[in-house]
Every structure is written in structure tokens, then in C-alpha cells.
């Protein structure tokens, strides 16, 4: 890998008029514009001429998470209003699909408005008793913010304390309450594996009937899980990019997903940022393997760029380093946490093409998109602000190409 000496972080900004901010998605999902990069040549289309852009050597990665409505409002006894938006889970278990599943009890850690007004031992109500139904809130560790939630029935898991209380977690930038319609519009047709607190919006473009014509042309198409976090959202603060402290998410891949990547010669095409940093993330969790059979499935923001000793190994022969892995551990699927961090220098083991929305100005985003495309992102993005698209979550999409595809 080549790597420039400095990034800075100014050079990922550009200017965003309020207005160019799409607030709320189209009526249908397929109509949204989508910008063609291929080959260092744009072109325009709209999302529901996908199917007529790829062909049957095109492998489409999803991100199959679903959002959660993890936006909670607990009140103190003075009526004073207490936010809390979840972002992991701490016990009973750390993994979301089983934290989701506790009954009576759970900690999750949490980023709370209103922290100084909360005081120690103070119980909050989330909401009077109504139908049998109530929770409560109480700050565990201040620090940490770590808040236990109890509820009442205690035979409802923490899923159904959520669905009954919780709010959509818009991005900060939406600047509105959610609605009733978000709880469907902020979420992809796929979604499946609840966990999620910011939607993986690439594929909020797709509609069951793209699925099923892709299908029919013979697109492939598989599903991986990294469940969003609220780090998505936080912009570069450093002068440096390469300063940026990444945030860690986790990571599912069954078994069968990757028998489907090991054994299919086609061009894998992310489906948004996060499918592109799941799939990236097997090849250097089968890197560390090489390096120590040992390893745990975490990757860290800082794997792709230390030095090695041994030469690097290829897609094909991480997979398959990856399935002896499961093998040996009896496992069916792959589970861990990733903080990949891509920006320009990095080289993508995996992925040879991308569908993404247009992501904010100073976002980590942006560096993983010139990684992607190069120095053409700026042009890529003076186009879509001049043709006018609409930008970030329930804005238009894109889909690049680049050259070595």
C-alpha cells in the first residue's frame, strides 16, 4: 500500500447547501436518481435501472441489519425529560441479537442527554403504567454509561420494550421527530437482524421488485450483518484523518455467505459502506489468522496498516482460511466486532465495486469513498450538487465502478 504523508481532514470537506439535504425519502424508493461511475465516466440513471447496469458477473453484498427504535425519553420526578439513545448492549449479553431477547433486566451503554441532571441512584420512569406496561431507567456507571433498564410484564423481552417506547434514531442532521412512517421508511425491505441504530441507507433504495428482477437476470446476491452504530455519525476531528478514533461495530457472516464468496469467480459489489468494511474485514480477521491461528474475529482500525512480515495472502485464500476456521470451531457462522477504517492508501482485498449514497461533508465516510474512486470523489461530488441530487440518508444514490474492475 501506498500511503500520502498527511490527510487532512479539510480536504474532506465541501460545501452543503441546507436545502440539497433530502428530509424525508421519496414515495417510492426506486426513483431516487443513481450517479454511474465507471471507469472515471458519469453517467446518470435512476435507481430502478440497476438490474440494466450489472449483469450476471456481478455479486451483490447486503447489510441485513434493522434498525432498532433505540431513541428512548425517561422522565425524573420533576417531569424533566432525560434522552437515552443505545448504542451496545453489556449485559445480560453483549452480542444484540441476545440483549434484544432478555426478559426483567438488561444494561446497555448508552449516550444520555441530560447526564449532569441525572443524579446517582435516581430511578427514571420511562413511562406511567398503562395496559400493564412500564419501565425504568437507572444510571449504573457514569463513566461508562451504562444505564439498567427494568420493565414490567417481566415476560416481554427487551424488543418489545423498545417497539412499545422507542423512537426511530434519526441522523442528527435530519434536524425533525421521527414519525410512524419512519419506522418502515428508515429501514431497507431486507432488514432482518435487529441492532442497528442508524440505517445502513444505500440500501434503502431497493424495492422488492429490483430484488426479484436482479434475481431473474441472474445478479447474485448474499447478506451480511454489521450492525450501525452511532459512531457513523461522529465527523473528523482531527487535522488528520488517519487521527480519527474509529468507532467498533459487530460483525455476522454465515457460513453459507462465505462458501458463496469463496466459490463465486464474480465481481463483488458492496451494497453501501458497511457491507464494504464487513466484507473487507474477513480478509484481514484471515490476515491476523495467518499471523496467529489464535486470533480472535476482531478487526482493528489499524490492521491494514502496520507492518507485516509475511507476504499478503489472496481474497480466495483468506476465505478459505476463514472456513477451515469455522471448520475446526464447529461454527456456522462467524461472529466479532470490526473498527476497519478505510482512507486513501488503502487497498481493498474483496470488493470491486460500490453502491453508496452522498455522504456528509467531514464524515469518515468520505476518506473510505476516495480510497474507493481516488481523487475523481470531488469531481464525483461537484456533478451530483450540480445536476442537482438529493444528499445524505434519504437522499440519491451511486453506484462507482472503478477502472480495475
Not at 470488493?351 to 467531514?362: D, E, M, R, W
Request: some cysteine; glycine content about 4%.
Amino acid at each position: 500500500m501506498n500511503f500520502p504523508t498527511e490527510l487532512p481532514a479539510l480536504e474532506f470537506d465541501y460545501p452543503l447547501p441546507e436545502e440539497r439535504i433530502a428530509k424525508f425519502p421519496l414515495p417510492d424508493r426506486s426513483n431516487s436518481r443513481l450517479l454511474v461511475w465507471n471507469q472515471n465516466e458519469i453517467a446518470h440513471h435512476h435507481f430502478f435501472e440497476l438490474p440494466e447496469l450489472l449483469t450476471p458477473q456481478d455479486h451483490l453484498i447486503f447489510n441485513n441489519t434493522q434498525v432498532i427504535p433505540a431513541r428512548l425519553f425517561a422522565k425524573k420526578n420533576t417531569g424533566a425529560q432525560i434522552e437515552l439513545l443505545l448504542l451496545e448492549p453489556v449485559s445480560p449479553s453483549p452480542i444484540v441479537a441476545l440483549a434484544m431477547q432478555a426478559h426483567q433486566k438488561c444494561i446497555w451503554k448508552c449516550m444520555i442527554g441530560g447526564l449532569k441532571k441525572w443524579k446517582e441512584g435516581e430511578i427514571l420512569l420511562g413511562n406511567d403504567l398503562i395496559d400493564d406496561f412500564s419501565w425504568k431507567a437507572q444510571l449504573i456507571n457514569r463513566e461508562q454509561g451504562w444505564v439498567e433498564f427494568t420493565w414490567v410484564p417481566e415476560t416481554l423481552p427487551f424488543c418489545e420494550v423498545l417497539n412499545k417506547s422507542g423512537h426511530v434514531p434519526l441522523p442528527p442532521y435530519l434536524q425533525r421527530p421521527d414519525t410512524i412512517e419512519d419506522r418502515t421508511q428508515y429501514q431497507t425491505v431486507y432488514a432482518e437482524k435487529e441492532g442497528a441504530v442508524a440505517a445502513p441507507t444505500a440500501g434503502l433504495h431497493f424495492t422488492p421488485e429490483i430484488l426479484e428482477t436482479l434475481a431473474e437476470k441472474g445478479v447474485s446476491m448474499d447478506y451480511v450483518t454489521l450492525h450501525v452504530g452511532a459512531g457513523t455519525f461522529k465527523p473528523l476531528q482531527t487535522l488528520d484523518v488517519r487521527d480519527h478514533d474509529i468507532h467498533s461495530e459487530q460483525i455476522i457472516v454465515e457460513k453459507k455467505t462465505l462458501q458463496a464468496l469463496l466459490h463465486s469467480p464474480k465481481r463483488i459489489i458492496a451494497v453501501g459502506t458497511t457491507s464494504i468494511r464487513t466484507v473487507e474485514s474477513l480478509y484481514w480477521f484471515a490476515a491476523n489468522l495467518e499471523e496467529n491461528p489464535n486470533s480472535a474475529f476482531v478487526v482493528k482500525s489499524n490492521d491494514p496498516y502496520r507492518s507485516r512480515n509475511h507476504p499478503p495472502i489472496s481474497a480466495t485464500q483468506a476465505l478459505e482460511k476463514i472456513m477451515n476456521y469455522l471448520e475446526e470451531t464447529r461454527q456456522e457462522y462467524l461472529s466479532g466486532e470490526t473498527s476497519l477504517y478505510i482512507y486513501p492508501g488503502y487497498s481493498f482485498k474483496m470488493v470491486k465495486g460500490l453502491i453508496t449514497n452522498f455522504h456528509q461533508p467531514g464524515s469518515t465516510l468520505l476518506p473510505l469513498v476516495a480510497a474507493f474512486v481516488g481523487a475523481d470523489w470531488k469531481k464525483i461530488y461537484a456533478e451530483a450538487l450540480e445536476q442537482p441530487y438529493r444528499f445524505l440518508s434519504f437522499g440519491d444514490s451511486s453506484l462507482l465502478l472503478p477502472r480495475n474492475t
